[in-house]
């Protein structure tokens, strides 16, 4: 049988693969934790056949081919069976699973040319390469440790990463559209060989009230935003900054959301682009600096920006509307500033061994309605610290190296709140009352994803995913203390569109215990819980699909289904069905 060559990497030994006879394995891991690698959300493969300047090979990353060669050639000869048994790790990818589409514009080396803002339409984050191009990595950062964590307890079988890190390729998180108009790409070749990068994207979504909801309120509503995202490499424009870079993201959003006057939902936010930007021309989300240090080993970002940028996301998460850029219970948390709401704050990520990583950080808090442009930085009054961390387990399974992210978050917020027992209580009776204490914020969130096959290459989208996830936070300061959800993104269920992708995610959400007290004590006082309050909350739940189609270069298409059950978390309001349309043009 014919032997599969995978070549060598920088400073990783020439390692070939085996023939094996063709066999089912099954692969199932729990564990305390994982987070994407990546740092921006993530979207879905396109063609650009005119031009693909933009995700060519990374110089400093050698090309990985999928030729099968000659199983004489003495240069690529294994080991014999007995010297080295048969493992995930030796016998490589199935071809098959790894073979790029032919409308891909990712390139043979599966690297781009970094940095690489707005690499997909979802992303906010860009890809910055390593300090040095004599790094292993420049897509991912290289670990503190030559060995394993947890992954080193699965069987050889499951475990591709047991002796040797995987390369780049397998590190990128989507394959991006590429571009609307590919025309401009020699002019943004220039720019970013003088060390600027820019993207410019157009988001649109409309949401409709099919069935449901509030009475006399069927019909349309519509948001969009418009984003601007820069990047400048300062290690291009003078070498004495190598490995610093300054980030910016400025961006617009219009339009009413559905879920307030249509659903009658005043927690749970049913679309993406919605109102925390404020409506202001250019609003100012990102302003920071990032380093990366110790030979490719630590990155550390400060500046303003987003929490949910990097903390208990996952482009995963972001290519559904509600979930994207965080779980529901994540964004009502008054400590965590949610994208697109920045802050000043810093963080740090290293990766303690091949399958792990940790990043902690610190941010100053605020109010999330104060400045709703973005630019007022003095009207805002911090009023604590909030101090984040998470921990990711993150293997990759089988010979086709399907990725894994097992994560465990932690946030604590030094501010103290007003109990939520007397929220819709007046003062003078909630004061009253035993047990009324203001307290900070603290919560934690699992999320789990696992790649159950891999298809169309080597990036950490090209396959289907099964996922979870839970969130809790303090029931004394919050309205949604508990969250949890399940589902499924699949990419290739139609044969002919291998990056078409569907998803469906469930969720349930929990409203606070100190919430719902406050509510039934006003209602046996006879005190109204206000205009927007139906009855006495419990619970809502909430069933999303849509159906991503790679419509042209740099333009995604992606019709939306959502059934809420128990809109404003009472029985008061009809189950609520929706049917929208979301469309992302990449400039």
């Not at 490719?296 to 996301?313: P, Q």
């Not at 900070?440 to 979870?468: H, I, K, T």
Request: contains cysteine.
């Amino acid at each position: 049988m014919p032997k599969i060559h995978r070549p060598q990497r920088h400073g990783t030994p020439e390692r070939a693969s085996c023939a094996l006879h063709p066999r089912t394995t099954a692969a199932a891991a729990i564990a305390l934790a994982s987070v994407w690698h990546a740092p921006f959300g993530a979207g879905m493969a396109q063609a650009q056949t005119t031009h693909a300047s933009a995700l060519t090979a990374q110089p400093s990353v050698a090309p990985i081919s999928d030729a099968i060669i000659n199983p004489g050639s003495k240069v690529h000869a294994l080991p014999t069976q007995s010297l080295r048994p048969l493992d995930a790790e030796a016998i490589g990818p199935d071809l098959n699973a790894i073979r790029r589409p032919p409308n891909t514009p990712i390139p043979p080396s599966g690297v781009p040319i970094l940095p690489s803002p707005g690499l997909a339409p979802l992303s906010v984050m860009p890809i910055m390469p390593s300090e040095t191009p004599h790094s292993l990595h420049q897509i991912e950062l290289d670990s503190l440790s030559n060995s394993e964590g947890p992954s080193a307890l699965l069987p050889a079988s499951w475990d591709a990463q047991r002796d040797f890190d995987l390369p780049d390729p397998y590190y990128v998180p989507t394959a991006g559209t590429g571009h609307l108009i590919p025309q401009l790409m020699p002019f943004r070749d220039r720019l970013r060989d003088k060390g600027f990068s820019f993207s410019f994207s157009y988001k649109g979504e409309a949401m409709g009230l099919a069935a449901g909801g509030l009475p006399n309120q069927k019909g349309i509503s519509y948001v969009h935003e418009l984003t601007l995202q820069t990047t400048f490499d300062l290690g291009r424009m003078n070498p004495a900054l190598n490995g610093w870079s300054v980030h910016g993201l400025v961006m617009e959003r219009a339009g009413r959301a559905a879920q307030n006057v249509r659903a009658g939902e005043y927690y749970v936010a049913l679309q993406e682009v919605y109102t925390l930007s404020g409506n202001v021309a250019a609003h100012l989300v990102d302003m920071y600096a990032e380093k990366k240090m110790l030979n490719n080993k630590l990155d550390i970002i400060f500046g303003r920006m987003s929490l949910t940028h990097v903390f208990a996301t996952s482009p995963l998460l972001c290519s559904f509307m509600v979930t994207c850029s965080a779980p529901v219970a994540i964004k009502q948390l008054p400590g965590m500033s949610v994208y697109p709401k920045a802050t000043w704050g810093a963080r740090a990520r290293f990766r303690p061994t091949r399958d792990t990583a940790i990043q902690v950080g610190a941010y100053s808090v605020s109010t999330l309605t104060q400045n709703p442009s973005g630019w007022s930085w003095g009207s805002e009054d911090a009023t604590g610290l909030s101090l984040p961390i998470e921990f990711t387990w993150a293997p990759f399974l089988t010979r086709n190296r399907l990725p894994g992210h097992y994560v465990i978050g932690y946030e604590h917020d030094t501010t103290r709140y007003a109990d939520k027992i007397g929220s819709v209580l007046p003062k003078h009776i909630a004061d009253t009352l035993p047990g009324m204490r203001s307290a900070p914020s603290d919560s934690m969130w699992l999320e789990a994803d696992q790649m159950v096959y891999r298809l169309g290459g080597r990036n950490q989208m090209a396959g289907g995913y099964l996922m979870a996830g839970y969130v809790h936070a303090t029931p004394h300061v919050v309205n949604i203390s508990d969250q949890a959800y399940g589902g499924f993104s699949f990419v290739g269920l139609i044969p002919t569109r291998l990056t078409d992708r569907f998803g469906v995610l469930y969720s349930w959400y929990k409203v606070s215990r100190r919430r719902r007290e406050s509510e039934i004590l006003a209602v046996d006082n006879g005190y109204s819980l206000g205009s927007t309050i139906r009855g006495i909350q419990n619970d809502s739940e909430l069933i999303e699909a849509y159906y991503g189609i790679d419509a042209t270069h740099g333009v995604l298409v992606q019709p939306e289904f959502q059934y809420l059950i128990h809109p404003g978390e009472t029985h008061k309001i009809p189950n609520a069905a929706l049917i929208g349309l979301k469309v992302v043009a990449n400039l």
